[in-house]
């Protein structure tokens, strides 16, 4: 897949926030069905920088282009139809609090009225049951803890079976086991729909994970990666820029003091 | 949440005197902020006004709104008005009474209501209950990141939130000022007949012949203009909420405030080019 085309760029991106420059000079490629984890301690700018991905905050300076499209200069309104195909997963999961879960995965299907009750409400079944949570269609976002309200975003975020996915720490506060799950099917979006994403997170054995296994489409089973390209890549912020960014194996290899520093802990 | 933190250290090291030029500075930094909330409000106001004839149309969310604008609002301004009528009968027929003219309570309690304080009192009401609720609304979704994520799936919040709120608002205020304007002469009319003893048919006789074009257009056209206000007052605090619960806390108390002010100097400004218009 190296020479899928390459869907998610960023060219030399800054954005000051307030009076805090977040990012300065950030560049990143991902290429479709590629996943890219980006690491960094609290603070480093990893949500900033799903929300440029997405449109949602504008760099001041640099260009962000996704799906072929300058993300960073379209009009809102254009912005509105592209996000039709990326999904996002907020870090505090952001779900609507005066919608029931149903209405919150349905939201942008209903918006959009081009298919009829049935088909959508059989679209929020599966999305429910890929995160195991088709029993809670008809609660409140209130009425559950903060592991099933990151799942039901991530049903949210799947609805419109998005070409690109945005995933603000996925596995956040979730129990291992269930984390586990949650990164088994993100590994099968990566290898089965080949959804390409950026994924942030602050569990370590998340990103081993993604870059060690993938999805045997033949067994539906997970398999260990065994030397195939795991479609995995690293990156790591750090002041404001990328101090690394390559694959599994180079992140192990990397004698970039902070990088080192980071891995050790 | 960022905000909020880094405020409580500004409060908890309290800031040391500051000398002349600082307060210069901080006098233009204010000014400079208050210049650039101007024309963010204006920028929100006019995209909030263009999505009236946009598509879609958020008709579902608009009539949630005025039913909980509307039905919500009717006691409290069904009590203000007639208790605000009945208070104009008691003070003004004082008044009157020393010239020989209570037969004319009528009239003035008419003209009073009609012209001011059926439009003025409701659009504070419904600013006191609305707007607040309203920015907190609003500034909880913005806080909770739900504003972004409604962008992230593909919805406009202006359109979304912010318009339905907008028809919402003017539509009933218009038409609460419309039941505490009869409230009011209502209140006006069992207080002269039941304290005053005056002739129930006088009373909306001089009522009504008091009542002229330029009363109607000044009492029809004010509750218009302060839902305008109360809707985009409301809306622009609410969105523009920073820093948390105490940030949607603050957003509230601004919106209320702003929303009160202006309804009571545009209701200067209003009467006086109306009456320079149509005359007195
Ligand atoms: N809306 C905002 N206004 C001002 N500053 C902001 C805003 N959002 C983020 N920042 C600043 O940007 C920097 C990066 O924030 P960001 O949320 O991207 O961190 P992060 O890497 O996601 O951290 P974490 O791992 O804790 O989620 C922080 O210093 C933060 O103070
Ligand atoms: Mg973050």
Redesign the interface.
Known sequence: MADAPIEIEFDNVSITLGATPVLRGLSLRVRRGETKVLLGESGAGKSVAL?LA?G?LRPDQGRVIVLGEPVSTMP??AL??L??R?G?V?Q?S????SLTVRDNVA??LD?E?AMDLEAIDARVRACLAAVELEEVMDKFPAELSGGMQRRVAIA?ALATEPEIMLFDSPTGGLDPITATNIMEQIIRLRDVNHVTSLLVTHRLQDAAMLAAYRWDAEHNALRPADGMSAHTSFLVLHDQHAVFDGSAAELHASTQPYVQHFLQI | MLDSGQEETDLATAAPPRGEEEIQWGFIGWLKGQLEGLQAYSLLTGRTFRNVLARPFYGGDTMLQMDSLGVGSLPIVLMTGFFTGAVMALQLSATLAQYGQIQRTGQLVALSIVRELGPVLTGLMVAARNAAGMASELGSMVVTEQVDAMRALGTDPIKKLATPRLLATISMTFSLTIIADLCGLIGGYLYAILALRLDGRQYWYTAMQALGATDMAQGLLKPVVFGIIIATVACYFGMSARGGTRGVGRATTQAVVSASVLIILTDFLLSRVLIGFFGA
């Open positions: 929300k997405i949602l809102e309104a509105y139809r996000r039709r990326i996002i907020f505090e952001a779900l609507f609090d939201y942008r918006e009225h949210r």
